[in-house]
């Protein structure tokens, strides 16, 4: 299916012409149905994003995640949805919800997440409509916006009678702002739907600009230099024997990463912490640590812990052998090592995603919302949308509820965008299921 489908699209792309829904001078019958439906459910979205927003479900909140999940799966269930519950107990978290429907044609994944940097002693715990366009509240826009769009897609879709025209799994994550360890257990669902997936579709905000869609994600690994040196009297320092101490040789390796690897393109690394001095405590749970030295010792040990953020693996394999290399050319008196500990894989610009970022353009247009390009890579965190890399054959992402402040006590939502944002991702999916022969 996924070999069949990515053909078609491209080669409809190289000889100038546009999936079927897609070259219509205006939108199908089906199409403006889609579109009528979400408009007659726009009160209901919104009472439904309250509803949600006003659980609270930080990432650390098991019950509130759970229950958020459990308004969403009533919900799914109600459009002829199979729903179920993955535990998060292995990985110290929630866990998901999963909710899967079968049908001819395409198979896409769809993407979301529960939970919310917001914790129970938050301040920020309440929606509040500050007009008739915004509102604020903790996950409005990050992402539980999101998640109502994907819903609303589906209950239009389904409404018109084209939604059996596709598979779809839609995966809405429990801890995607703190996430459970290890990675492999925690998003093992994730990977899973992905595999049988050939397209994935994501909802978060993106850069929150109506103009773009996210087609690539930079991954991170994490870093720890650890460095020991010869202790001694402070007035020796340099000598042949005695050499240069573990913080000179970690300002030597942070200033050659600096001068050998700063300025490529969609890369950078980053030293967050540092402990240096003759004894030192440094506590990587609580990115936390303490040192004792004295001016006139030469400092015996020295940790650095850091990030590392790429838009490939290909560029994050040879930042990191590069990273080695430097750390291996130690100062006398001096050694020094470097380990790795890879989280979010990236999500590089594959020509599959572009292709999938032009049939939403045309889409946009088509719905008369404007064209959508792609946002800069670097303006792009990580997200749970990287763990379909190499698994599907498009992906997009960005297609959630747009707002502003992510993440702080001011999140807000522009809730005219609800609407617009199904209503494309709707149609998106339809022209794609029509471009398989299923119209």
């Known amino acids: 299916m996924r070999t069949t489908l990515f053909i078609v699209l491209i080669t409809t792309s190289l000889f100038g ?6 070259a219509q001078d205006a939108i199908s019958e089906i199409e403006q149905a889609i579109v009528d439906h979400i408009d007659s459910r726009s009160d209901r979205a919104l009472q439904l994003l309250e509803l ?8 650390l909140n098991l019950e509130g995640v759970r229950e958020v999940g459990r308004v969403f799966e009533r919900e799914f269930d109600s459009i002829g949805f199979e729903t179920r519950w993955v535990d998060g107990s292995p990985f110290n978290r929630a866990g998901h919800l999963v909710a899967s429907r079968k049908g001819d044609g395409p198979h896409f994944v769809m993407i979301g997440h529960l939970d919310t940097v917001f914790e129970p002693d938050s301040p920020f715990q309440k929606y509040e409509r500050l007009s008739e366009s915004r509102a604020r509240g903790p996950g409005v826009s990050d992402m539980k916006g999101g998640n109502v769009i994907i819903l609303e897609a589906l209950r239009a879709l ?15 994550i429990g801890d995607e702002e703190s996430s459970g360890r290890p990675l492999d257990l925690s998003r093992k669902v994730l990977f899973e739907a992905a595999e049988a997936a050939d397209i994935a579709l994501a909802f978060e905000n993106g850069d929150d600009q109506l103009e773009t869609a996210v087609i690539a994600r930079r991954g991170f690994s994490g870093w720890k230099l650890e460095v020991t040196a010869k202790p001694g009297h402070s007035s020796q320092v340099f000598k042949e024997d005695m050499g240069y101490g573990a913080i000179y040789e970690a300002a030597r390796i942070l200033s050659s990463f600096y001068q050998e690897l700063a300025g490529e393109e969609n890369l950078t690394f980053n030293p967050g912490v540092i402990v240096g001095g003759t004894t030192i405590h440094y506590d990587a749970s609580q990115s936390s640590g303490t040192a004792f030295g004295k001016s006139n010792v030469i400092a015996e040990r020295t940790t650095v812990e850091g990030d590392l953020r790429t838009l490939t693996i290909e560029q994050r394999e040879s930042a990191k052998d590069r990273m080695r ?21 990236p999500l590089a610009p594959t020509d599959g995603n572009r292709h999938l970022l032009s ?37 997009l992402d960005g297609l959630g509820l747009l707002g502003a402040d992510n993440h702080t006590v001011n999140e807000t939502a522009n809730l005219n965008l609800l609407p617009i944002q199904a209503k494309r991702a709707a149609v998106l999916m339809h022209r794609v299921a029509s471009t398989e022969g299923t119209d």
Do not use: C, H, W
Not at 17 to 22: C, G, L, Q, T
């Open 359 to 395: 049939l939403l353009d045309q889409t946009s247009r088509d719905l008369g919302f404007g064209g959508v390009s792609a946002v800069d890579p670097s303006k792009a965190g990580a997200a749970d949308v990287s763990f379909t890399a190499g698994l599907v054959d498009m992906a």
């Open 158 to 172: 389904n409404a018109v009678g084209v939604l059996d025209r596709m598979t779809v799994t839609v995966v809405l």
């Open 325 to 345: 290399a430097i750390v291996s050319k130690s100062l006398n008196g001096a050694t020094a090592e470097i380990t790795f500990s890879d989280g979010y894989p």
């Open 52 to 59: 949600v927003v006003n659980i609270n479900s930080g990432s």
């Open 17 to 22: 012409v546009s999936p079927k829904a897609a």
